[in-house]
């Protein structure tokens, strides 16, 4: 398959700055622009928003197909997808075609699910785009700050294992935070005597 010029990709871990760079591009262009994010991702309502206090309005999908009613008699000529993996259907059938009709596409979104393993759909989509288009971004690991390529999900300071969803969006009962880690410590459980000095920077989502 011959990679498509037209899409642009940034993916890495949590944490890795993937929204910011999203935003940065979507504000340098003046017109002709539309952003998109997943309804499932309730944070920030209807707002794309960086860990660095970027914000710009999105509109809330559920499932991609959504997108062709809001590209309807409109010139639009960049989309934006932010966290794309959250999104449900085809993903790469509508990538296609959206293609095929020369938008060009900036795509964020996690990579790996909080186990390590791939989104297959995301995976897809990073060998579409040309190298120079693909912006693999890192974080930072949580532990020992090193970069970090992964991302783990703690469920009341415990790792979280395979019998758990995919996608958690919301949940009463437990405390549910994610870390990037690095390789190194990827598997390591979370310390509680060194929580405040190394922990800082952690994000509790749903609590
Ligand atoms: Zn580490």
Redesign the pocket.
């Known amino acids: 398959m011959k990679a498509n010029s037209n899409l642009y990709l940034y993916y890495g871990p949590m944490f890795s700055g993937k929204s910011k760079k999203l935003i940065e591009v979507y504000n340098s262009l003046k017109e002709k622009k539309i952003i998109f994010k997943p309804k499932i991702d309730t944070r920030g309502k209807n707002f794309v928003i960086s860990r660095d206090g970027g914000k710009v309005e999105a509109i809330p999908l559920k499932n991609i197909k959504e997108v062709y009613k809001y590209l309807e008699n409109i010139d639009i000529e960049d989309i934006f997808f932010d966290e794309m993996f959250m999104l449900e259907g085809d993903i790469n059938i509508v990538i296609d075609d959206l293609l095929l009709k020369n938008y060009r596409l900036h795509i964020a979104s996690l990579e790996k699910n909080y186990l390590g393993n791939d989104f297959l759909e995301i995976k897809k989509l990073i060998k579409k785009s040309p190298e120079y288009n693909r912006h693999h971004l890192f974080a930072r ?6 970069p ?1 390529a992964w991302t783990v999900r703690l469920i009341n300071n415990h790792l979280d294992n395979d019998k758990s969803p995919e996608i958690i969006v919301d949940d009463q009962e437990d405390q549910i935070i994610y870390e990037s ?5 990827r598997f ?1 459980e979370k310390i509680l005597n060194q929580e405040v000095k190394i922990y800082e920077d952690s994000e509790i989502f749903y609590k």
Do not use: P
Request: net charge negative.
């Open positions: 690991c949580h532990i020992c700050n090193m970090s880690r690095c390789d190194e410590h390591t």
